[in-house]
């Protein structure tokens, strides 16, 4: 016996607050103007490291990805001292995954002391009486 499939139009909280859900996932109105700080050890100056080489394929995605970036607002055109070098991962279904290697930034943060709470464990409790689960691509998971 087939599953029936589940549209998301066929759940009634979605069909009874159209309002909330967008039908696009670009009409998700976008945060701006957030004002954040990332601590750097003492004495730090800027730090620009030198682009890695990327072929004529990654070239091409990288202006595809950072066109795509700037038109939803994702990202903004600066001129900064700061720089670090991008790099692209082959995903499971072949396209390009773009990747900013912050490993020597990072080194030169301060890092921040938190605990982390038992995600795992209380996600999967979260989880155990869902009826609906949903598959999402993070491409654009930070923006």
């Known amino acids: 016996m087939k599953k029936t ?31 954040f ?7 730090t100056s800027s730090l620009f490291m030198a682009p890695y080489r990327i072929t ?5 995605e990288l202006k595809t ?15 900064s001292p700061w720089g670090s070098p991008v790099l692209f991962v082959k995903k ?4 390009l995954g773009l990747c900013i ?9 301060i890092r921040n002391r938190y605990p982390l709470p038992r995600l795992i464990d209380d996600f999967f409790n979260q989880l155990r009486r869902a009826r609906f689960f949903s598959k999402i691509d993070l491409r654009s998971g930070y923006h």
């Open 5 to 35: 499939e589940i549209k998301l139009e066929d759940v009634h909280i979605v069909r009874d607050y159209t309002d909330v859900f967008p039908k696009e996932l670009l009409e998700i109105p976008l945060e701006q103007e957030m004002e």
């Open 37 to 43: 700080n990332i601590g750097l050890t003492p004495s």
């Open 56 to 60: 004529l394929e990654e070239l091409k």
């Open 65 to 79: 990805q950072l066109k795509e970036f700037l038109e939803n607002g994702f990202i903004q055109s600066s001129i």
């Open 92 to 95: 499971k279904d072949a396209t």
């Open 101 to 109: 290697d912050y490993r020597q930034l990072n080194k030169l943060t």
